[in-house]
């Protein structure tokens, strides 16, 4: 007996080294000690956390890593754990999290009063969770603007990508597209890099090469266990702030758990001590709403007590407008997201997106970022959008004719829009969304890019490379076209030439692509350093202090952000002996 149970242990131990060693399997309870259920909180340590992290998403993660390296670490994210959902972790699910508008869901939709049905994500790893999975980093003058430190941005981006990037199988579709940019004159090709450059390039992925999703949740494996915890399905109510003389520092906050409970969590007592928003554009400006910190005149309206007084907060939210066009083939393509990319200098750029699934049941087909069931209905104007709209589309559909779904989109999305909004709450429970407005293509100059990017989508479609792929003997491309439109997918303009006429198609068929950004703004609502203006220990790292969004999209530039941050952090506490 003896030998047998020893040899089985070392099967085990082989088993537990494998499981170690390797990258991107499930991880369990096991290999995070540190992820809890928030209603198992009964007992903070007395003497309260050195760092309360309010949000674990795309930065809240890595930063939360980084920073329990020394310190202690408290993490509170809403939702609940990508690991073991299907939905979250697999490519060919993309479309699936995003039409859940379950309260169960990864991802909460949300309606800017545009009109543009639009999503935030409720899980750990944030968007990176519910994401296209294209990783791409922002360009050397964002990062100078930013007044980052380039040697540390150049130590952060590699951090990240080592856990979770990898270079991806290129998909049918993106290989035409990379072709098709070639051939229209978005030149030179830049081959495989992260880097943003002018011309055509095919960028990263979060996606390994069996569709597998690695996400900003992965990156809290290099954090200290001993000194970090991280709670699901705390959802952070208001920040609590103390007098210091006559200014107020933020000491604590209250959650709620996932039965509803009321917790309070205090920082210790260290000077240095900090509640840290990583609650994204949306959560974040929403918090500082809710604890106090904005509008006067918007606070006192749902009588909540004024700690500063900042009109700005909420200000300045933008969301790049994306447009796309669909192109009916004669093969089904595979489904594939984002992977190559046009960089334009007018500041537009030319990406696309497959999403023939692998079914042949017509129930499942969808068209991936584009999928009319998760409110992407470009060919109803804006104001007509909405969910129900979308939930009856996908009750319906097999009754679309399954040549509609045969073919690919070519998006285009303009950088830095110009055209601006702002944030409102609409009541006090953390669970609404509050009122979001873009104004999208308010500013001339955006509407402008985006007649550009149409165009230079029509030249793509006009290569001898897509008429490869779009000819077909049976179908004439009125028959398809009028199949794209029963199947509600988008038209391709008629008259490119005219300019008033493709401004409208870009007014009609505007949708996002999720890179939405600001609300929180550095100069404005926090410092340099990402400081809170007005109170003391409170800062907020994340997308909502942008004022545009990084590269041709943002998830690098974020989860860099929140490795940057939290390294910047411990030097600064611990001097350059911090061994970070
Ligand atoms: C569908 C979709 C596709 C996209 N595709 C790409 C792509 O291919 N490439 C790319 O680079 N970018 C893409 N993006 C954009 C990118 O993912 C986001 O810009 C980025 O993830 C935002 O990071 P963040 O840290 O600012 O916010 P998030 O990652 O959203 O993190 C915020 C976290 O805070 C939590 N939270 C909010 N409020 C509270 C509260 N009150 N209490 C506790 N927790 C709270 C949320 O649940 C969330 O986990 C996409 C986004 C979406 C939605
Ligand atoms: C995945 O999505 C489907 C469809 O919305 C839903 O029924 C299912 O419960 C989801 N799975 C998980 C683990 O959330
Ligand atoms: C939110 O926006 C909608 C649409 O613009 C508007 O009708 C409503 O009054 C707004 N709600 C609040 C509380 O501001
Ligand atoms: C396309 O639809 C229009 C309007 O519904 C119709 O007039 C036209 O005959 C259709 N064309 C084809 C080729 O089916
Ligand atoms: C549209 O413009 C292209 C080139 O810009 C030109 O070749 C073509 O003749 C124009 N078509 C019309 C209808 O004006
Ligand atoms: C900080 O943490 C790192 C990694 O855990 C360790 O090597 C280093 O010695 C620590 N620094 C201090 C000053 O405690």
Known sequence: MAPRLEELCLKMLLFLCILKSSQGMEFTGMKYPFLRMASSFSTAPPRGYDYIILGGGTAGCPLAATLSQNYSVLLLERGG????NANVS???????????????????????????????????????????????????????????????????????????????????WQAALKDGLLEAGVSPFNGYTYDHIYGTKVGGTIFDKDGYRHTAANLL?????????????????????????????ACGVIFKDENGRRHRVNLNSRRSSEVILSSGAIGSPQLLLLSGIGPKKDLMKFNIP?????????????????????????????????????????????????????????????????????GQLSTIPPKLRSIEA??????????????????????????????????????????SNPNVTFNYF????????????????????????????????????????????KANVNLIPKHTNDTASLEQFCRDTVITIWHYHGGC???????????????????????????????????????????????????ERLGRGAGV
């Not at 519910?130 to 360009?139: P, Q």
């Not at 009754?399 to 110009?418: H, M, N, Q, S, T």
């Not at 203006?533 to 999209?553: A, H, K, Q, Y």
């Open 90 to 172: 697999y490519l060919q699910n993309f479309h699936i999290s995003l039409a859940d508008i379950s309260s169960k869901s990864p991802s909460q939709a949300f309606i800017s009063t545009d009109g543009v049905i639009n999503a935030r994500a409720r899980v750990l790893g944030g968007g990176t969770c519910i994401n296209a999975g294209f990783y791409t980093r922002a360009s050397p003058s964002f990062i100078k603007e930013a007044g980052w430190n380039e040697d540390l941005v150049k130590e952060s981006y590699p951090w990240v990508e080592k856990q979770v990037v990898q270079w991806p199988e290129l998909a049918p």
């Open 306 to 374: 004024v700690v500063v007084d900042n009109w700005y907060v909420g200000k300045g939210m933008s969301d790049n407008p994306m447009n796309s066009i669909f192109l009916p083939t004669k093969k089904l393509i595979k489904q594939s997201l984002i992977q190559s990319v046009g960089i334009t200098k007018m500041g537009s750029f030319i990406e696309a997106s497959s999403g023939f699934g692998q079914s042949s049941d017509s129930i499942h087909c969808h068209h991936g970022i584009m999928s009319a069931e998760i």
């Open 221 to 249: 494996a290099s954090g200290n266990p001993e000194k970090l915890t991280v709670l699901l399905h705390a959802t952070v109510q208001r920040i609590l702030f103390n007098k210091r003389g006559p200014r107020q520092y």
């Open 521 to 571: 703004h550095v100069g404005r609502v926090v410092d340099e350093n990402y400081r809170v203006l007005g109170v003391d220990s409170l800062r907020i790292i994340d997308g909502s202090t942008f004022d545009s969004s990084p590269g041709t999209n943002p998830q690098a530039t974020v989860m860099m952000m929140g490795r940057y941050m939290g390294v910047k952090i411990l030097r």
């Open 442 to 485: 308010s500013h001339p100059y955006d509407l402008q890019r985006c007649v550009y990017g149409i165009r230079t989508i029509e030249r793509i479609v006009h290569t001898k490379r897509f008429a490869r792929l779009t000819e077909d003997d049976s179908y004439t491309i009125e028959m398809l076209l009028n199949m794209s439109v």
């Open 81 to 84: 754990s990508p690991y073991g």
């Open 390 to 431: 979308a939930q009856k589309y996908a009750k319906t559909k097999h009754e679309v004719p399954r040549e509609a779904f045969k073919g690919g989109f070519i998006l285009e999305k303009i950088d830095g829009p110009l055209s601006r909004g702002h944030l409102q709450l609409v009541d006090t429970n953390v669970d």
